[in-house]
């Protein structure tokens, strides 16, 4: 059994460091394919740990890609609103310049930013209060279905 138990170990340990060599070899590709589309690995994308350098880059460049449904000048106004909700100073910079490269206008990025206000503005009210959700929900289909006869006429 003691000779099982040491066997099994090895066994681990062997793949474990194959596991290592790999993210090593997964990383320095990563870090080349960043280097190559960024012209510099920057700092902030060198404090993400070396073996999760490799997924964080897949999900960097997937939240870009020309293939999402809405369209880049939306998704950065909406992350441009949601940084400044957070807050976090480096995304908004980060955000707005991708907004105005994106099209944007500075009264558009305002405006998003103001959405973003409100809705938390809002989610802060109804989440400090007593209101039962399912209330919520059947008070606020009321709603709709009251402005959208409205609309009608």
Known sequence: MKVLIQLSFAATLFLVSSSISAQ?????KTKA????????????VREVPKQLLPMAWQ????????????????????????SAQIPCQYCVHAH??????????????????????WVRHWSTLA????????????????????????AKK
Do not use: C, R, W
């Open 33 to 44: 394919e960043i280097i190559q589309a960024l012209g510099v690995m920057p700092e902030f």
């Open 59 to 82: 999900h960097f460049t997937s939240s870009n890609n020309p293939e999402n449904k809405i369209p880049a000048k939306y998704m950065e106004l909406i992350k441009l609103a949601v």
């Open 24 to 28: 090593s070899s997964d990383y320095e």
């Open 127 to 150: 989440q400090s209060t007593t209101l039962d959700l399912n209330t919520f929900k059947k008070e606020y289909k009321g709603i709709v279905e009251y402005m959208t006869e409205q």
């Open 96 to 117: 707005k310049v991708n907004a105005e490269l994106a099209g944007a206008s500075e009264e558009e990025m305002k405006e998003a930013v103001m959405h973003g206000a």
